[in-house]
């Protein structure tokens, strides 16, 4: 059986996420749960609106996450530590033979992270997949969700500081990271890119995820993060990045299209230099849940979005709350494909 991950882009059976359970997703006050709690919801319930969705409760969590989901949202119980579904939960992919199957990664806090618990996390990509009705595809590589991102037809980006980083996979070489990745995603061409952003190669960060930075539009098109203020360390960062995907060849041999989504005017917050970034958004059946950031770029972000995906309806959710607990929309959400 061979195995490919679509793009995601192509019409999906629903949407799955976790609802934030206790722990420092939801903070030390109440305040801080509501608005977690809330904004949570309000992209499983934007998701909603286009696609099926299911959302995974912890128990404890039964009579809460009611009050917050569109009541047409599948709900499915089990034991969570976080609310992380891209990188917990499984990678979709279809089989040769038109099977769904689920990767399911090892995951282990993003590298095993000291401030990170996991135990009970590393389980939910078998969980969900089963739920899917997926085939699992069982991999000894540590990797996230959002660690990768593909174009469908056999490229996938990836960053060196992430699959190849010695808390996830010590002495793995980048040879046996492309082979793992043909054999359960289907990918023939990795294009490497450096690093991840400033923000998220600190502690709190996941070392450089790939979906904060770059995502493919469509194959041989690229929407890159551009941090255009010379004063913001991505500054230098997104420059290298481009130099990177200007330089690269896709599986079908082409040079990309690279279209730069400017990263909001906001550049610092409470906790130093942002990374508030557009890539980190969700496609979803004729529409896109979009993070926006109370921002003046925020317009002009969801009009580069609505160019480069037609047909497809912009719904803005604001991600301030997400980014202030380590990710975005992407990063809590997983598209399971039709098929």
């Known amino acids: ?15 799955w996420l976790a609802f934030p359970t206790a722990g420092y997703t939801l903070g030390d006050t109440e305040e801080d749960a509501e608005e977690a709690r809330s904004t949570w919801a309000a992209v499983a319930n934007a998701a909603a609106e286009f696609e099926p969705v299911s959302v995974v409760i912890d128990p404890r969590d039964r009579a809460i996450a009611p009050r917050y989901l569109s009541a047409d949202i599948e709900v499915h119980e089990a034991p969570l530590n976080d609310a992380w579904m891209r990188d917990m939960g499984p990678t979709f992919v279809v089989g040769d033979d038109g099977r769904l199957g689920a990767v399911d990664w090892v995951f282990n806090g993003w590298g095993a992270q000291d401030w990170a618990q996991w135990d009970l996390d590393a389980r939910i990509g078998e969980v ?6 997926a085939s699992i595809v069982s991999s000894a590589l540590v990797n996230e969700g959002g660690g990768i991102h593909v174009d469908g037809e056999g490229t996938v980006l990836a960053t060196e500081t992430v699959q190849l980083d010695p808390g996830r996979n010590p002495g793995i070489t980048r040879g046996d990271v492309e082979a793992e990745f043909e054999r359960t995603i289907g990918a023939t ?10 923000r998220d190669s600190e502690r709190f960060g996941t070392r450089g995820h790939v979906d904060i930075v770059a995502a493919f539009a469509r194959p041989g098109v690229v929407l890159l993060h551009a941090q255009t203020d010379q004063a913001h360390p991505d500054h230098a960062v997104t ?4 130099e990177t995907l200007e330089a690269a060849r896709d599986a079908a041999g082409r040079s990309l299209e690279i279209i730069e989504v400017p990263a909001p005017a906001t550049l610092r ?3 130093g230099w942002t990374d508030y970034s557009y890539i980190n958004h969700l496609l979803v059946n004729d529409g896109v849940i979009a993070c ?3 921002d003046e770029r925020d ?7 609505a160019d ?3 047909g497809r309806r912009v719904v803005a959710v604001d991600a301030r709350p997400l980014f202030a607990r380590g990710g975005g929309i992407h990063c809590i959400t997983q598209q399971q494909p039709a098929v």
């Open 269 to 271: 917050d409470d906790d």
């Open 1 to 15: 059986m061979s195995w490919r991950m679509p793009h995601e882009g192509a019409r999906h059976e629903r949407t």
């Open 189 to 198: 061409t990795t294009i490497w890119l450096p690093r991840g952003l400033t």
């Open 239 to 242: 420059r290298e990045i481009r």
């Open 299 to 305: 317009d002009q972000a969801a009009a580069i979005l």
């Open 128 to 133: 969900v997949g089963e739920l899917a009705g």
């Open 292 to 294: 926006s950031f109370g």
């Open 308 to 310: 480069a995906y037609p």
